[in-house]
């Protein structure tokens, strides 16, 4: 049975850091799309980070240059690190995993990091409140 389970989430000041993690039970890391996303109250979840099926990272414009995403194939672990926080990144964050292949019958396409409709697995979320 595939599980996702995220950690690290916590509360700190303005301008600190903390390092979620997503441990992957029943499913591999390698080759698929994997990503982390939030939803803060009253607003869509939205695409923090991911890998695609090329291994390409991909990040929100609000977050770049701040936050990491990176992958421990030998953990089959999937981590955040974020640094800088501000108080607009408190949200509950998800981490989600998508298939390498989408198929359409005989038909298929790589999946797309970008498309939150590719991702199948999720995990249950850790909090994250960021305070000025």
């Known amino acids: 049975q595939v599980q996702l389970v995220e950690s690290g989430g916590g509360s700190v000041q303005a301008g600190g850091s903390l390092r979620l993690s997503c441990a992957a039970s029943g499913l591999t890391y390698t080759s698929n799309c994997m990503g982390w996303f939030r939803q803060a109250p009253g607003k869509e979840r939205e695409r923090v980070a991911a890998?695609?099926?090329?291994?390409?990272?991909r990040y929100a414009d609000s977050v770049k240059g701040r936050f990491t995403i990176s992958v421990d194939n030998a953990k089959n672990t999937l981590s955040l690190q974020m640094n800088s926080l501000k108080p607009e990144d408190t949200a509950m964050y998800y981490c989600?995993?998508?298939?390498?292949?989408?198929?359409?019958?005989?038909?298929?396409?790589?999946?797309?990091?970008?498309?939150?409709?590719?991702?199948?697995?999720w995990g249950q979320g850790t909090q994250v409140t960021v305070s000025s």
């Open positions: 989600a995993a998508a298939k390498p292949k989408i198929f359409y019958g005989d038909t298929w396409r790589w999946c797309r990091s970008s498309d939150i409709n590719d991702y199948n697995y």
């Open positions: 890998i695609d099926a090329g291994r390409t990272m």
